[in-house]
């Protein structure tokens, strides 16, 4: 393959008006995931649980891929894979370095019981390779509905508990002596975060949901430090990246994650430069009076 | 003047080990109330249990005219000043809002009052400069200044300090116990003040409370602070020096940092 076939594998947009009205769906599919990505991430970051998002999808993945050799529904399978991880994180994990070494112990079980599912899976490899890399372009109207119905269910859920939650993310002892269900609500958490995971998986992959629930609003946090921003960019950034990711896809002829994961790769790195370049000059709000 | 914080008859035990027994205590708005004792003698624990996170083994605790409870609207709480890590997304007046509405249920609505609150708290702390920078990036000092407009956001009606000038520098420690002391006897809250050092605040102090050995003594500092009292609590002899208006304690055994593990074993140890 010569670097022009290359080229054309990743970017080609002929027919791009044509190809444009049949991926509604899944364009449609992509906003809702990078909206409840973009939301949820803020939280995955304040409460420092990036590697349990890793831990949590690995699991999905078991519970994916058994439903795939069972023949059940793969999203529903994923969902059961993922709640279980996060339920088990959020009653067992109390301390740091417990839910760690939980994680730890957690993700090669779930990556190695899913392998074994696929390796005993006779049908097409496409849909092995499928889940750990997404497929988010076969998305119907039906499991779109179902898609944003979740997303829905997950958000109201989070605004509803969302000062308390931020409260006992940001500053626990304070919360908790204020009357905060600190312990209620990091199950809560941990389950709309399993869920969220779940859903996820299904543009990204099992391996790259980091790039929707962390990447987004990591990088909101290098450039600001207001609650109202940070949600906002980090929603911003997550839509940017699942949508725009969808867009070039359709041109190539490679699975989508590419696209979602470098461009969410690249706002990342404009931010920390951004962030970067003004801790250096000491920027940081801090009115300085002349004397 | 009504009490607003009582203790009848309240007792705490940890296992076999006795921190205090038989508390009889009233204080009053408007009065300036330290707890002091060395490490594990149970002050800490004395906030928590009006904190409502720790129960009483025996004996009734009442804020207001209701038992303690969590969350109680009553409470201001100024926690030991520990540092948030830098990338924490908070900034100065997030912390503060936390005070106001961080607890309650939804979303923020209403934020043009909210935040004319936050700006009266800041003001109130001369922490308004640095309203928009990280909380990770302000010094101790200014975090604990953020702490009091914190802990001031419901305008209590008790202000329970556990160390809150713990690891500042004697400018800042004047600075959070001259405002802690404006609420107090300005505003009139009551203000219950756990520290193991009594001198950056003994120019404020109405009463204290002193735990030591399971024991413990209520009066004013003139009373308690004694080298009679102290030797009766510590079961041993420490001498009390009074200088300048400071108070030093000298003598205090060398089991507050020694023997943990037997520390029920002897009667007039200290943990």
């Known amino acids: 393959m010569d670097a022009d076939s290359i080229i054309a594998a990743i970017f080609s947009f002929e027919n791009y008006g044509e190809l444009l009205v049949l991926v509604q769906n899944s364009i449609w599919a992509g906003a809702v995931l990078g909206l409840l990505g973009g939301l949820v991430g803020t939280f995955v970051m304040k409460r420092d649980l990036a590697f349990a998002v890793h831990g949590i999808s690995e699991l999905s993945f078991a519970g994916a891929a058994f439903a795939l050799l069972i023949g059940a529904d793969i999203v529903f399978g994923s969902l059961i894979g993922s709640v279980a991880a996060a339920f088990l994180l959020g009653v067992m994990g109390v301390r740091a370095r417990d839910k760690n070494s939980i994680i730890g112990v957690i993700m090669p079980f779930g990556l190695g019981l899913g392998i074994l599912f696929l390796s005993l899976y006779q049908g097409r490899a496409a849909n092995k390779f499928g889940l750990l890399t997404g497929q988010i372009v076969s998305v119907d109207t039906v499991q779109l509905q179902v898609l944003a119905g979740a997303a829905v269910v997950v958000i109201a859920a989070l605004v509803l508990i969302w000062r308390p939650l931020n409260f006992a993310s940001v500053d626990p002892e304070l919360a908790e002596a204020r009357g905060v269900p600190v312990r209620t609500l990091a199950i809560v958490f941990m389950l709309l975060l399993g869920v969220s995971v779940a859903l996820s998986i ?82 940081n709000g801090r009115l300085v009076h002349a004397r | 003047m009504k009490p607003v914080v009582s203790l009848r008859g309240a007792s705490l035990q ?93 979303m923020r609505l209403g934020m043009s009052r909210v935040n004319r609150r936050i700006d009266e708290l800041l003001e109130l702390v001369g ?83 002193y735990l030591a050995g399971g024991r413990f003594m209520v009066g004013t500092p003139e009373e308690v602070m004694t080298t009679e009292v102290l030797s009766e609590l510590y079961g041993s002899h420490v001498e009390v020096i009074h200088a300048n208006g400071r108070i030093v304690v000298v003598g205090l055994p060398d089991a507050t940092t020694h023997h943990h593990a037997d520390v029920h074993a002897t009667a007039g140890e200290v943990a």
């Open chain 1, 202 to 283: 299904q543009v990204v992959g099992a391996l790259l949901v980091l790039a929707l629930l962390i990447t987004p609003a990591a990088a909101a946090l290098r450039v600001t430090s207001s609650p109202v921003a940070l949600v906002v960019l980090s929603v911003i950034f997550a839509v940017t990246a699942t949508v725009g990711g969808i867009l070039l896809a359709l041109g190539g002829r490679i699975p989508i994650s590419p696209y979602v994961t470098t461009l969410s790769f690249l706002i990342y790195v404009v931010c920390r430069a951004i962030g970067g370049t003004r801790a250096k000059k000491g920027i």
């Open chain 2, 14 to 106: 940890f296992g076999k080990r006795t921190l205090w027994e038989g508390l009889d205590l009233d204080i009053r708005p408007g009065e300036f109330f330290a707890v002091l004792g060395p490490n594990g003698s149970g002050k800490t624990s004395f906030l928590k249990v009006l904190l409502g996170l720790q129960d009483l083994q025996s004996g009734t605790a009442t804020l207001g005219d209701r038992p303690v409870e969590r969350g109680s609207s009553l409470i201001g709480y100024i926690p030991q000043q520990k540092s948030f890590a830098p990338d924490t997304p908070m900034r100065a007046r997030d912390l503060v809002g936390l005070g106001v509405d961080g607890h309650r249920w939804g």
């Open chain 2, 127 to 209: 922490a308004t400069d640095y309203a928009k920078v990280p909380v990770g990036q302000l010094s101790g000092g200014e975090q604990q200044r953020l702490r009091v407009a914190q802990a001031l956001a419901t305008d209590p009606k008790v202000l329970l300090c556990d160390e809150p000038l713990l690891s500042l520098d004697l400018h800042h420690q004047q600075a959070v116990s001259a405002l802690i002391n404006t609420q107090c006897h300005e505003q009139n809250s009551a203000v219950v003040f756990v520290t193991h050092e009594i001198n950056p605040v003994i120019d404020y102090v109405d009463r204290v409370l």
